[in-house]
Antibody
Framework: QLQLQESGPGLLKPSETLSLTCTVS??????????WGWIRQPPGKGLEWIGS???????YYNPSLKSRVTISVDTSKNQFSLKLSSVTAADTAIHYC??????????WGQGTLVTVSS | SYEMTQPPSVSVSPGQTASITCSGD??????VCWYQQKAGQSPVLVIY???RRPSGIPDRFSGSNSGNTATLTVSGTQAMDEADYYC???????????FGGGTKLTVL
């Protein structure tokens, strides 16, 4: 069964770039039909999909964040990553990495809190 | 952009049936998933492809989807079912995953 684990800095200053990595275990990130994605949740609020990368390498981004987001895959390390540029306090959130195969629903990592504060 | 709407809160007495709705334009044409999120924890999938339950999810959780509304039903609700519930679907027209705003289920 797939397991996902996020890692990266927990505190950023405004205008910096958020960089998170998700390490996948229990399966290959190159596995067919899998989407590898990032979802965030501001404190006390709902879930917001940030974007995903398909196993083919095709990326999909939330239009509201598209200009600042890059999601990429490192097959040699069985990892995928998120970069979000020019962060502000509004980007403070728990960030989850997640995967799904087709329409079978997301499997989630434990989440990591990223705080943006000067 | 595609939007899915959930009621902010639903209350139910222990042992009774709770229904949580998720509304969106022609939602019945999409596959809907439901997630349970307890305080301080990651979301957990409870229903996928409208009606299917992952292994380990109690059969008191069921789902349906038709027209513009998907529904998560919790039968014989227990105190442990108190949580936030989110619907989710893939919108192929905009190539994005979409989440509903979430519903807080309170077991009184």
């Amino acid at each position: 069964q797939l397991q996902l684990q996020e890692s990266g800095p927990g505190l950023l200053k405004p205008s910096e770039t958020l960089s998170l990595t998700c390490t996948v275990s229990g399966g290959s990130i190159s596995g067919s039909s899998y989407y590898w994605g990032w979802i965030r949740q501001p404190p006390g609020k709902g879930l917001e999909w940030i974007g995903s990368v398909y196993y083919t390498g095709t990326t999909y981004y939330n239009p509201s964040l598209k200009s600042r987001v890059t999601i990429s895959v490192d097959t040699s390390k069985n990892q995928f990553s998120l970069k979000l540029s020019s962060v502000t306090a509004a980007d403070t959130a728990i960030h989850y990495c997640a995967s799904r195969s087709g329409y079978s629903g997301f499997t989630w990592g434990q989440g990591t809190l990223v705080t943006v504060s000067s | 952009s595609y939007e899915m709407t959930q009621p902010p809160s639903v209350s139910v007495s222990p042992g009774q049936t709770a229904s949580i709705t998720c509304s969106g334009d022609k939602l019945g044409d999409k596959y809907v998933c439901w997630y349970q999120q307890k305080a301080g924890q990651s979301p957990v999938l409870v229903i996928y492809q409208d009606t299917r339950r992952p292994s380990g999810i109690p059969d008191r959780f069921s789902g349906s989807n038709s027209g513009n509304t998907a529904t998560l039903t919790v039968s014989g609700t227990q105190a442990m079912d108190e949580a936030d519930y989110y619907c989710q679907a893939w919108d192929s027209s905009t190539a994005r995953d979409v989440f509903g705003g979430g519903t807080k289920l309170t077991v009184l």
